[in-house]
């Protein structure tokens, strides 16, 4: 399918994470952010190769690492950060540390409108986590952030 310029046209975008112990992120998952399984398969040894989750509205991947797909505790850790908007960012966050996840940043309120902090899940995948307490235009946090700055 394309779209009006001809161009493939997307059809969907998921995180795929891979982590070091399959079936115990996606336990993690579940408990800590409520995921639902949608799908698992596995190969001859049990190792999961794709496992599909859903989150609310969203969906990601779970596989576990093998020579061709490192976890990011081979890697020294991983730049990416998944962004979880949440009615109850306090809530989230204590779920997850329950659940062995560590703090990188405490929720908190923030300047632009937003409570919220950032949190290392067990596999070492980042997580911020995050809901809105203040709406604000986008010229009032451009300005709450160049306060910040000066």
Do not use: C
């Not at 579940?30 to 999961?48: C, H, N, S, V």
């Not at 991983?78 to 204590?94: F, G, Q, R």
């Not at 070492?124 to 986590?129: F, S, T």
């Amino acid at each position: 399918m394309t779209n009006a310029t001809d161009k493939p046209a997307l059809t969907r975008l998921y995180a795929r994470l891979v982590v070091s112990d399959g079936p115990r992120a996606i336990d993690f998952y579940r408990t800590a952010l409520g995921a639902e399984e949608i799908e698992r398969y596995t190969d001859p040894d049990g190792k999961i190769v794709h496992a599909m989750l859903r989150i609310g509205d969203a969906v990601i991947a779970v596989k576990d690492a093998d020579d061709g797909d490192p976890a990011p505790s081979s890697l020294g850790g991983t730049p990416v950060i998944m962004a979880l908007d949440v009615s109850d960012a306090d809530a989230v966050a204590e779920a997850m540390l329950r659940g062995g996840a560590s703090v990188v940043y405490p929720v908190a309120d923030q300047h632009y409108g937003q409570r919220g902090g950032r949190l290392a899940d067990p596999f070492g995948h980042l997580w911020m986590i995050s809901q809105t307490i203040e709406e604000l235009t986008p010229e009032e946090i451009q300005q709450r952030t160049t306060d910040l700055f000066t």
